[in-house]
């Protein structure tokens, strides 16, 4: 493996450490998603700190979103490295459960992988192997709503080119699958301000997931149910529509307003957090003792969109609207624009209101 070091790239040190991952599922592959035009491996150390610095200065993130980036030229850089907790994924929980390769790709100019960097993945994902990754190697939008890693990079994830005893040049389009092959529909509704489907997040997906064990329609799952909707919740929801007597589109295993009411007994709502009390306790909770808790469950709500976001560490969403909460709010105040007294960690209701979104309802 060509490896290059953090040291050796230049990195800048993280604002914090990052969480430890001993072992998890896997690892997802994931590619720039903006223009990249190849170049000579010269300037591959600074893109690699164009990329954290953007990362930093432009997202408010800790350090470099990935684990490692592989560069055209087959060279493996280390990003955060092996074993740390990464920020590229989507949410909290899938950057626990995956680990996170970037491959300098773009959506336009170099858009498919040389050679050279086929292998360097292939040595990323042994590596990670060698410190508890798992044998899942899947793209960004398995199990996110992404275009990520683009098509000809995803080709390579689904046709096993990445495997690291595979030998010889990628394989060509993987053939057809037959039209009896069930593949399990790929979107999401929002119902009651709620989003469910493919790629939804939050309590409301893991909800539906109990339910649907109680029920015996549990069989898909191999780790589960979760927060994150994924193809065996879809599947699972398909067998409950059929059992009800749904065929065709209407059991594709996406919810709607009738089955998911007969399923939950009831249609889950969005919790509303109040902007009066969430402001209340950002200014009482860091000067209370440790753990104080103003508003707990709105400050919770508050806290798990920050670490949806990537601004707070998820062993600090604990209902307390402490200093760590107030730092992590003003960074994300920071991401969207605001500066000096407007980015104080202190909420308003118009960054209060976009941290909302799919998450919460604001309230006075």
């Not at 960074?331 to 998450?359: F, K």
Request: overall charge negative; hydrophobic content about 35%.
């Amino acid at each position: 493996m060509k490896f290059v070091s953090r040291a050796e790239w230049g990195a800048r040190p993280p604002r914090n450490g990052h969480p430890a991952v001993p072992a998890n599922q896997g690892v997802k592959v994931h590619y720039l998603g903006a223009p990249y035009s190849a170049g000579e491996h010269g300037t591959c150390a600074a893109y690699m700190r164009k990329v954290q610095n953007s990362h930093m200065d432009g997202n408010g993130w800790s350090d470099f979103a990935y684990n490692l980036a592989v560069c055209e030229h087959g060279y493996v850089f280390e990003g955060r490295g092996r074993n740390a907790q990464n920020a590229a994924n989507g949410t909290t929980t899938l950057n626990r459960t995956h680990f996170a390769v970037l491959a300098f790709v773009g959506d336009s100019g170099h858009t498919s992988p040389t050679a050279e960097q086929t292998a360097g993945l292939r040595d990323a994902i042994a590596y990670l192997r060698a410190h508890g990754a798992g044998r899942e190697i899947r793209g960004h939008r398995d199990g996110y709503a992404t275009d990520c890693p683009g098509g000809p990079l995803y080709q390579l994830v689904t046709s096993g080119a990445l495997e690291p005893d595979a030998a010889g040049p990628p394989p060509g389009p993987a053939p057809e699958q037959p039209a009896e092959t069930p593949i399990p529909a790929r979107y999401r509704v929002t119902i009651n301000g709620l989003e469910y489907g493919y790629g939804a997040h939050g309590p409301q997906v893991t909800a539906v997931g109990e339910a649907l064990v109680r029920q015996g329609y549990g069989t898909h799952y191999s780790v589960g149910p979760g927060p994150d909707w994924s193809d065996a919740d879809t599947l699972n929801y398909a067998s409950y529509q059929r059992s009800l007597g749904y065929v065709g589109g209407d059991a594709d295993g996406v919810p709607g307003e009738v089955t998911l009411q007969l399923l939950l007994g009831r249609l889950p709502g969005q919790p509303e957090v109040s902007l009066a009390h969430v402001v209340a306790a950002a200014r009482t909770d860091p000067g209370a003792a440790q753990g104080h808790q103003t508003y707990g469950a709105e400050a919770l709500a508050v806290e798990q969109a920050l670490a949806d976001e990537g601004h707070l560490e998820q062993q600090w969403v604990d209902g307390s609207f402490g200093t760590r909460t107030v730092a992590a709010y003003a960074a994300y105040q920071r991401s969207l624009g605001y500066v000096g007294t407007d980015a104080d960690g202190i909420p308003g209701r118009r960054s209060l209101e976009r941290l909302a979104t799919g998450r919460f309802t604001v309230t006075d």
